[in-house]
Every structure is written in C-alpha cells, then in structure tokens.
C-alpha cells in the first residue's frame, strides 16, 4: 500500500472585520477576511494542523493587505477567533491511536494465548515460527505422546512474521519432519522462536509417518 504525506489548507472561517478602515480607501467595514488552517496529512487523512494563515481583502478597492497591515486590535479580534469546526483535523491522528492501543492489546492477548497453548499442544496446532535465518515459517503438530511432538514443517519461509499466516496451506507441508520434547517445545517459545500457536477448532486425525529424532 502506498502511503501520501503532505500538507493542505483548509478554509475554516471568513467574515467582515467591524470598526476596521481599509489602510489605502479609508472604507469602513469593507475588510473580509479568510482563515485557513494548514494541516499534515497520509493518504489525505487529516493527522493534526500545523499553522494558521490569515487573507484580507477591502471590497470596496479591492486591494489586499496582510495580517500585519491591520492594527493592533484587529489583530487581537483576529487571533480570538474561534475555528471550533478543525477538530476534525485531528481525526486521523486519533484513529492511529486507537489502532496502536489495539495492536498492543492484541499482541499482549496472543501471548498470553500462546503461553498457554504451548504447554498443551494437541494434534493440528499450527505454530509460526522466527528462524535462524530471520525469515518466519509454520510447523504442524502430526502427533502428541506424553514427553513428544511429532511436526511437519512448511516448505516456504516468509519475510515478516504477519506473512507465516499465508504459508500455512496444506500443499506446503511435505515431508519436512522432524520431532520434539514437550520440554525443548517451550524451550523455543521462551527464545521467541515460537511467536504464535493457531488452534484449529476441529482436531486433525493423527498422521502416521516416520520422524527424525527428538530433540532434547
């Protein structure tokens, strides 16, 4: 996905300046004047505004003059104006909040999930593993005696770890076997070389094929 960063502006008020001559014509109440707030944004969702930009014109010369051509007073009436309707510039920052409120969440939750599925492992269990090589593959649990596992390891690896969900296919799992202790299991979750356990709802029936020898 590609992601835009810039900036724009956005009109947010416009109005007349009371009591206000026009520096060059000497008009009065023929000021208008636009406010326009510049804001930061990705992909066009609004993050947060970053400046304020003030236009004058004289209806009657049309002339324009800038913010620091106006007196003192007007531009105190100018800075006091209230831009209530720009909160919604803030909405995309609040949305990325929300977002990384809920990935820790999610992320603290699975482990706490994965803690305790790895000391029960069961038939079908699907593990994303983080090899030594950096990249992430799965391993599926064939067999469960008391002290073993029994796997077959995915053929295919992937370059981040959320990528491991899209390798687990049946087609991808060969005859890349091997055989654990339940204790070198968690031994592998506590060196984070287990980073996920997906237990299928229905447990698979136990495969019968020949296995390297446990690891200890």
């Known amino acids: 996905m590609l992601f835009l960063i810039g900036t724009r502006d956005s009109n947010l008020k416009n109005g007349?300046?009371?009591?206000?001559?026009?520096?060059?014509?000497?008009?009065e109440n023929e000021l208008y004047f636009s406010i326009y707030r510049k804001y930061t944004h990705i992909t066009l969702i609004p993050l947060f505004p970053v400046g304020k930009s003030v236009f004058i014109k004289c209806n009657h010369?049309?002339?324009?003059?800038?913010?620091?051509?106006?007196?003192?007073?007007?531009?105190?009436?100018l800075r006091n104006e209230k831009l209530d309707n720009s909160i919604w510039m803030f909405s995309g920052s609040a949305v990325l909040?929300?977002?990384?409120?809920?990935?820790?969440?999610?992320?603290?939750?699975?482990?706490?999930?994965?803690?305790?599925?790895?000391k029960n492992p069961v038939e079908?269990?699907?593990?994303?593993?983080?090899?030594?090589?950096?990249?992430y593959s799965n391993m599926r649990i064939d067999k469960v005696t008391k002290d073993s596992i029994y796997t077959t390891h995915n053929d295919f690896d992937a370059y981040l770890p959320y990528e491991a969900d899209d390798l687990d296919k049946a087609e991808n799992y060969s005859n890349r076997q091997a055989a654990y202790s339940k204790t070198a299991l968690i031994q592998l979750y506590e060196n984070d070389?287990?980073?996920k356990i997906k237990r299928s709802e229905y447990?698979?029936?136990?495969?019968?094929?020949?296995y390297f020898p446990i690891t200890k």
Not at 69 to 75: A, G, K, P, R, V
Not at 124 to 135: A, M, P, Q, T, V
Request: hydrophobic share 30%.
């Open 16 to 27: 007349v300046i009371l009591n206000e001559k026009c520096p060059k014509c000497k008009s």
């Open 61 to 77: 010369c049309q002339e324009n003059f800038d913010y620091e051509d106006l007196s003192e007073s007007t531009q105190l009436q």
């Open 97 to 118: 909040a929300l977002l990384l409120i809920f990935t820790i969440n999610n992320y603290f939750d699975q482990k706490d999930e994965t803690r305790l599925l790895i």
């Open 124 to 135: 079908g269990d699907i593990y994303n593993l983080k090899l030594s090589n950096g990249c």
């Open 193 to 195: 070389e287990i980073i």
């Open 203 to 210: 447990p698979m029936e136990p495969q019968k094929s020949e």
